[in-house]
């Protein structure tokens, strides 16, 4: 019975979304499945916003979620590198007329992203936005520091990965596995509580 409610719930999110948005959805959780079918990627799934991320579990280690429920760290012996990942629901006036969803998205994401520029003690040296992420890089407190954030299905998922400079090669092709296994998707929500 509950795998049939499960089901339906699964059926009524594909019914409600448009096909754009699943078939992209598609393609990120396929990235996602080859990252974390790697042995040295384990994956998070964080039922209360319905976001996932593959963490390299031979460089660190998952310290347990938090209490909130928002997401995890997951930090290296050592104390050299760390990696945070939270979500939160979508501040994004929610238009019910499509042509208005991509401007109040880009509004969202310019606040955030904003917000998260002015954080004190940082430096950028790279910052790239689109209508639906947003990317900064830098250094704060004397180590790099990489954050990605997504907006999709009324989340706003984030992970931001620090590092001292000396592991940079070490963690710049993490980098790109990490961002190809980040990906929110209402179906991980299902289980958790997603509803409010």
């Known amino acids: 019975m509950k795998d049939t409610i499960t089901m339906l719930g699964v059926l009524m999110l594909l019914a409600a979304c448009p096909v754009e948005a699943w078939s992209t959805s598609a393609k990120k959780m396929e990235a996602f499945e080859d990252v974390c079918a790697r042995t040295d990627y ?77 954080e004190p003690g940082r430096q950028m040296t790279y910052t790239h936005a689109g209508r639906d992420f947003f990317v900064l890089s830098g250094y704060a407190e004397g180590r790099i520091f990489y954050r990605r954030s997504v907006l999709a299905h009324g989340v706003l998922a984030n992970f931001e990965l620090t590092y001292e400079a000396p592991l940079k090669k070490l963690f710049d092709p993490v980098i790109r596995d990490i961002s190809a296994g980040f990906i929110i998707d209402p179906a991980f929500g299902l289980h958790g509580t997603h509803a409010e």
């Open 42 to 118: 384990g994956c998070y799934v964080n039922h209360k916003y319905g976001y996932a991320l593959a963490w390299p579990k031979r460089l660190l280690n998952p310290l347990g979620e938090s209490d909130a429920g928002d997401g995890q760290v997951f930090a290296a012996p050592d104390g050299r590198a760390e990696l945070r990942c939270w979500g939160s629901f979508s501040n994004a006036p929610q238009q019910t007329i499509p042509q208005a969803i991509p401007q109040a998205m880009t509004q969202a994401m310019t606040q955030a992203m904003t917000r998260a520029m002015a």
